[in-house]
């Protein structure tokens, strides 16, 4: 009896250390090495013209800054540090988020602290891995490529570009399959709902197998704005074409 009393204690205890509420998010940021007054802003997309807007801005106080506020579901948003050489992007959703910012390489910024970032930072991870040899390759051929332009040797610009081609398609091609694996095995993730999105524009994509995806969703990522869209398209690409005249009444089928 008193196990399962400090069990509920310490649950208790848990919950009330949150410092944010359902439908509010605490972005606690480090800045190591970047002096006081810099700007950040929170950036943010407007839902009709899909423009950046600004959201919030705070200064960088003793190597740390705070932002707070309200979020009705994940969304893709950005931190823009005065003078740095590009944008943190990250989901902001309800939960305490930590962001690290690296001010020497600001893409290695680290993001986590709620499910849909870690999950975003271990996708990136993964994908990464599944493009390295493109990479890789890329690296290695660049000042070879560069000697045969100048060289106007199209023997040996043919041949790298065919080698680059064969091997961008295979890339591309298990991409796709960690696309496609990870929608399946992550109902719950925001991603998995960007990566149906991408699915339903693609004409080339099947139909039925996002249907299928779309379809085991959790249903809070069923109402999110990519959601709602994916639910739209589908709709629509299950009307019939314009000018396909339906079969007369009492037809056979």
Request: charged share 25%.
């Amino acid at each position: 009896m008193k196990k399962i009393l400090f069990l509920l204690t310490a649950s208790v205890a848990i919950i009330s250390c949150s410092k944010v509420k359902d439908g509010e998010y605490l972005i606690t940021g480090t800045a190591t090495g970047i002096e006081n007054g810099k700007t950040i802003i929170l950036q943010g997309q407007d839902p009709t013209t899909k423009m950046a807007v600004s959201l919030d801005t705070v200064k960088v106080e003793n190597g740390k800054f705070e932002i707070k506020g309200k979020v009705t579901e994940p969304a893709f948003h950005t931190l823009i540090l005065q003078g740095a050489n590009g944008p943190i992007p990250f989901i902001l959703e309800t939960g305490e988020i930590t962001i690290a910012i690296d001010k020497d390489s600001i893409h290695k910024s680290k993001v986590s602290g709620t499910y849909n970032n870690d999950e975003y930072v271990k996708f990136n991870e993964d994908l990464t891995k599944t493009q390295k040899s493109l990479v890789d390759f890329q690296k290695k051929n660049t000042q070879k490529m560069q000697q045969a332009q100048q060289a106007q040797d199209t023997a040996t610009i043919n041949g790298l570009m065919k080698q680059y081609m064969t091997l961008q398609t295979e890339v591309q091609a298990n991409s796709k399959k960690k696309y496609l694996t990870y929608a399946e095995s992550h109902p719950k993730a925001y991603i998995s709902a960007l990566i149906i999105q991408s699915m339903i524009a693609d004409p080339s994509a099947d139909i039925k197998k996002t249907e299928s995806l779309y379809n085991g969703l959790d249903e809070s990522l069923k109402n999110t704005a990519p959601g709602k869209e994916i639910k739209a398209k589908l709709g629509q690409a299950k009307m019939p074409a314009v000018g396909a005249s339906a079969a007369p009444v009492g037809s056979p089928n």
